[in-house]
C-alpha cells in the first residue's frame, strides 16, 4: 500500500480494530494511532514514498524457567503488549537498509552475508545473521529499507535483541516469501545471528516468545524440532496483572557473567559425563558433590541444581494455571525468584557488588507487597528488571511505590498479547 495512503486510513481509524486487538489497550489507542504514522513519515523522510508493508513484534517476559534454554530445558514465556514497529519495503537493490531508534545498519549486501571477526557486537553482525540462516534454509533474500522503533527498550529485560531479530525475519518472510516463514524458523535465525554473528551466547527462549507469541510452554529437549504449547490462561481472569519494573541498569558490559552461567554448568556436565544439564539427575550431582566442588566449584554446583529444579518448576506453573490453582502458580513464582537469587546467583554482578539495583528492587517489592503479590528476578538477570504479579486492586500502590525508587514509568503493567511477529499489511 502507499504509504501516503496508509498514513490516511491510519488516521481514520481504519485500523483501530487491529490495534486495540494487538494492544489490548482502548486508551492507548490514539497513541498507536500518532506512533505508526510518525513511524510512516520517518521512513518517507529516509526512503522516499513507495509501497510499504506494516510489521510489529513483541517483547517477550519469562514466567518461569530461568536460565533453562540453553540447557535445552524448559520455559514458561509470553509475548507483552509493548511492540518493535517496522515501516518496510522492497528496494529493488543487492541491499539491505534498516535505520531505528538507536541502531542505523545500511548497505548490507544480501551476496556477502559471511560473518565477519570485526563486525561482532554490532547490528549489522545481527542482520546478517538472521539473513544467511534463512538464505541458507533456502528462504527468498532480497534487498529492503526499513524504518523500526521501539517501545521495548533496551537492556529493559523484555529482549529487545530478539524481537530485532525477529523482525528482520518477519519482513523477510512478509515481503519476498509471501509469510510462510514458519515462526519457529524465524526464532532459531534470530538465536543463531546472536550466537554465531553477534558472539553472545544465548539461548532460544526470547526468540521463541518473540516469534510464536501468547503464553507458552516450551521444551527444548530436542533443541532442533521444540515443543511449543499455547497454554489457556488469563492472569486478569485471576485477578492479577504483570509488572515489570526497569531497575534502570543496563546489560551492556555483562556479557562476561552471562557467559560464566553456560560455562560453568558444562563444567560439572564434562565432569558427570553428561553435554548438557537436561541430561543430568540432581541425585547425580549430589552423589557426587565433593568432586564437582573440589574441580568445578560451589557456584557451578549450585548453578546446575537450580536449572535440574527449575524445569520441574516450569511443569508445576502450567499444571497449576491449566487446573485454574493461581495460588500454586504464584508459590511457583516465588520459589523460582528465591533459587535465582540464591543459586543461580544472577541478581548482581560479582565484579560490581555495590550496584545491586535488581537486588533492591525484590527488596522493596517484598516489602510494599507483601500477600499482595509476588516477585523475581526477570531475564537474564544481573541488571535490568524484575518482575511482579499484582493483584489487580493493589496495582497502583505498588507502581507508586516502587517508581519513588526507579522514577516515574519504570513500571511496566503488561498484558499477555496473543500475537507473535505479525505483518498488518
Do not use: W
Not at 9 to 16: A, K
Not at 151 to 169: K, P
Not at 180 to 201: H, L, R, S, T
Request: glycine fraction near 8%.
Amino acid at each position: 500500500m502507499k504509504s501516503g495512503i496508509l498514513k490516511q486510513r491510519i488516521q481514520e481509524g481504519r485500523f483501530d480494530e487491529i490495534f486495540i486487538d494487538l494492544y489490548q489497550d482502548l486508551s492507548g489507542l490514539e497513541y498507536q494511532r500518532k506512533r505508526y504514522i510518525e513511524a510512516i513519515e520517518k521512513f518517507e523522510q529516509l526512503y522516499g514514498e513507495n509501497d510499504v508493508s506494516l510489521f510489529s513484534v513483541p517483547g517477550r517476559s519469562e514466567v518461569s524457567g530461568n536460565h533453562t534454554d540453553h540447557q535445552n530445558g524448559k520455559v514458561l514465556a509470553c509475548a507483552v503488549n509493548i511492540d518493535i514497529i517496522a515501516v518496510a519495503a522492497e528496494n529493488k537493490s543487492n541491499f539491505v537498509n534498516i535505520t531505528s531508534d538507536n541502531r542505523r545498519c545500511n548497505g548490507v549486501a544480501i551476496n556477502d552475508l559471511e560473518m565477519k571477526e570485526e563486525e561482532k557486537r554490532s547490528t549489522r553482525s545481527l542482520v546478517k545473521g538472521v539473513l544467511k540462516k534463512l538464505d541458507d534454509e533456502l528462504y527468498r533474500i532480497e534487498g529492503f529499507s526499513a524504518y523500526m522503533t521501539s517501545d521495548v527498550a533496551t537492556g529493559s529485560g523484555l529482549s529487545s535483541s530478539a524481537a530485532f531479530e525477529t523482525m528482520v525475519g518477519n519482513i523477510v518472510s512478509g515481503l519476498f516469501n509471501k509469510g510462510e516463514v514458519d515462526p519457529v524458523v524465524i526464532a532459531k535465525a534470530g538465536q543463531y545471528a546472536e550466537n554465531v554473528y553477534f558472539g553472545k551466547p544465548s539461548g532460544l527462549m526470547d526468540q521463541m516468545a518473540c516469534s510464536v507469541g501468547n503464553l507458552i510452554y516450551i521444551d527444548f529437549e530436542d533443541n532442533s524440532q521444540p515443543v511449543v504449547k499455547k497454554v489457556q490462561a488469563d492472569f486478569s481472569k485471576f485477578g492479577y496483572s504483570l509488572c515489570i519494573v526497569d531497575s534502570k541498569g543496563s546489560h551492556a558490559g555483562l556479557t562476561d557473567d552471562y557467559a560464566a552461567i553456560p560455562y560453568e554448568m558444562k563444567s560439572v556436565c564434562e565432569l558427570l559425563g553428561k553435554t548438557l544439564v537436561r541430561e543430568v539427575t540432581a541425585q547425580e550431582v549430589l552423589e557426587n558433590i565433593d568432586e564437582i566442588r573440589e574441580k568445578c566449584g560451589d557456584r557451578a554446583l549450585l548453578r546446575t541444581l537450580h536449572v535440574i529444579y527449575e524445569n520441574e518448576r516450569v511443569e508445576k506453573a502450567v499444571d497449576a494455571l491449566e487446573s485454574n490453582n493461581f495460588k500454586a502458580f504464584l508459590d511457583v513464582v516465588r520459589e523460582s525468584g528465591n533459587s535465582s537469587f540464591k543459586y543461580l546467583q544472577n541478581v548482581y554482578s560479582n565484579h560490581d557488588i555495590k550496584d545491586q539495583a535488581l537486588s533492591i528492587g525484590l527488596m522493596y517489592s517484598e516489602n510494599i507487597l507483601q500477600d499482595n503479590g509476588v516477585c523475581r528476578v526477570h531475564g537474564g538477570g544481573f541488571a535490568g528488571t524484575i518482575q511482579a504479579f499484582v493483584k489487580d486492586d493493589f496495582v497502583k500502590i505498588y507502581k507508586k511505590e516502587i517508581e519513588k525508587v526507579f522514577g516515574v514509568g519504570c513500571c511496566h503493567v503488561l498484558k499477555v498479547r496473543k500475537y507473535g511477529g505479525r505483518q498488518l499489511v
